[in-house]
């Protein structure tokens, strides 16, 4: 790699470590809180929702409570589809919302059991005029009813919620849409489901804890009263478990993400005795997809407010995309061979994830090596092969098939190598270890 990349990382590295720094991280808050005091500014949340998204359904529901629990202005904002440059694989996505929001929405005592899977461009336009027109206190009602009838496809009630007078026609109702579709670039965000508060987003029921915190720690609950999201979870019983369980991890080492859920998995590993493989992904910009900058900005932050809560070292980051990852590849075998895989990519996550290593650099290799109880001379006989390219290829393959393409994505089989559950992103480890519960509850 020549100088001027280097140099690019090196400095690209210095500003994500200064912008992540939590002492930056606090003056910027406090300068925001300062300034929002001295205009006299309520505690003004914006929400972005997306009529045919099932994560703005559940947020929907959520809307009045935030509101009746904190001192906030909620402006809510209908946004259209996401852009195509956050979204590399839009049907696959929509489809994975679909079942994932359904899988979670009891956990967090929310309704989602949809009897379609797509939304035809009439209704969609149909309920985006509806919730326009809604005034500001009326939204949070009207948009659980406008989701209630869209999934369920009771099209003669949202026909029914349409005024005459409030038909909007084409060109005004895109005109509003554009509008809001860049208030919510300017915040930072893309998808819809989205709270954004001075500066930061929040996306779905995931991240709606941490706006909790944040308006708490301001003095904006009106009541003493536990936070609004509250997932269940089954009471823990013994291991019982006699049949084998494994987890595939689709793992990319550009993904921040993977690094982030390797400590959770490793803990569910020993908590039940489950065997973790992990399958090396090309990333999605080596396989030809393109992200959007506020996708990549918004990835990192909110990465590193994960990392503090789990006390995962996270911040000083050397981007590994291009040589990086591929010498990275080329000695994972070898650490396979070894049973190392793990721990070699731990090492290796977290080298350019947390200590400003430049990943492709033969000295960084040398010291993730022997962080994973390597033998450097061993390893450094397959460094730069291209073998692994006929494992990435076919483990991309095998993600698709899974309906993926993100990762991690999680499979968790039996002994017989049955698909019990696929889910895709470190958020929903726990629902892993509630279908383990489950198992072994009807093992009792």
């Known amino acids: 790699m020549n100088i001027f990349k280097w140099l690019e990382l090196e400095l690209r590295n210095r500003y994500i470590s200064y912008m992540l720094n939590p002492s930056t991280q606090k003056k910027i808050r406090l300068k925001r809180e300062q300034k929002r005091q001295r205009e006299q500014r309520p505690h003004t949340v914006y929400y972005f929702h997306q009529v045919n998204d099932p994560y703005s359904h ?23 589809q996401p852009p195509e440059s956050s979204t590399p694989e839009p049907q696959m996505y929509h489809q994975h919302s679909v079942e994932d929001a359904a899988m979670i929405a009891p956990y967090f005592n929310l309704d989602f059991k949809p009897l379609t899977n797509e939304i035809d461009n009439e209704t969609i336009r149909l309920a985006q005029s509806i919730l326009i027109n809604t005034p500001t206190e009326l939204f ?14 009771n099209l003669d009630a949202l026909k029914n919620m349409n005024a005459k007078a409030n038909l909007m026609n084409e060109d005004k109702l895109s005109e509003i849409l554009e509008k809001n579709d860049a208030t919510r670039k300017k915040m930072g965000h893309y998808f819809g489901g989205v709270f954004a508060y001075e500066g930061e987003c929040y996306w779905a029921i995931d991240r709606l804890p941490y706006l909790e915190k944040r308006l708490h720690s301001l003095g904006a ?11 269940e979870e089954s009471p823990n019983i013994e291991n019982n478990s006699k049949s084998k369980l494994c987890i595939d991890i689709f793992w990319s080492a550009r993904s921040p993400y993977s690094y982030l859920a390797m400590k959770p998995l490793a803990k569910l590993r020993e908590k039940y005795n489950v065997e973790l493989r ?36 996270f911040g000083n980051i050397i981007d590994p995309v291009g040589k990086a990852v591929e ?42 090596i022997k962080g994973a109880g390597l033998d450097w001379e061993e390893a450094k006989t397959v460094l730069d092969t291209d073998e692994w ?56």
């Open 58 to 80: 559940l947020c929907a529901q959520m809307l009045k409570p935030l509101n009746d629990e904190y001192d906030i202005n909620l402006v809510p904002l209908v946004v259209g």
């Open 140 to 153: 949070a009602d009207n948009a659980v009813k406008v989701g209630e009838f869209i999934w369920s496809k």
């Open 221 to 231: 609950k009106k009541t003493n009263q536990g936070w609004l999201v509250n997932r």
């Open 278 to 313: 992990y399958k090396i992904i090309l990333p999605m910009v080596m396989r030809g997809m393109q992200i959007n900058p506020e996708k990549g900005i918004y990835i990192i932050k909110d990465c590193k407010r994960i990392a503090e809560e789990d006390n995962t070292p």
């Open 327 to 368: 010498r990275c590849y080329s000695m994972f075998e070898y650490a396979k061979d070894n049973h190392k895989e793990e721990e070699y990519l731990h090492a290796f996550a977290k080298s350019v994830w947390a200590e400003g290593r430049h990943g492709y650099m033969d000295s960084s290799l040398k010291a993730i």
């Open 389 to 444: 390219r006929s494992e990435t290829d076919t483990n991309r393959e095998n993600l698709f098939a899974l309906g993926k393409w993100g990762v991690p994505t999680m499979t968790l089989s039996n002994d017989d190598e049955e698909q019990l559950l696929t889910v895709w992103g470190q958020d929903r480890i726990w629902l892993i270890e509630e279908t383990i519960k489950l198992m072994q509850e009807g093992n009792n």
